[in-house]
């Protein structure tokens, strides 16, 4: 498993998020304060406090790619 902190600061960075995310099958959680959501739900991310950074746990040692792709928002 993989963790990292990110910050999502404009809507178009939440959709481009998402859209990186669904290109991947692994299964991905964005954390904040005490809610758990899924990363592939543009939805679930705008239910989270978007002012904080963002944990995400990505469930498969497998997607070191997804790492790379999302390392942009990275804090």
Excluded: W
């Excluded at 481009?16 to 005490?34: A, H, M, Q, W």
């Excluded at 239910?47 to 999302?70: E, T």
Aim: charged share 25%.
């Amino acid at each position: 498993m993989k963790t990292f902190n990110i910050m999502l600061k404009t809507i178009n960075d939440v959709k481009d998020f998402v859209n990186i995310s669904t290109k991947y099958e692994c299964d991905i959680d964005l954390t904040s304060g005490r809610y758990v959501v899924d990363a592939k739900s543009i939805m679930g991310i705008f239910s989270l406090d978007l002012s904080k950074p963002i944990k995400v746990q990505i469930h498969n040692d497998a997607c070191d790619n997804l790492f790379n792709d999302l390392k942009r928002f990275s804090v």
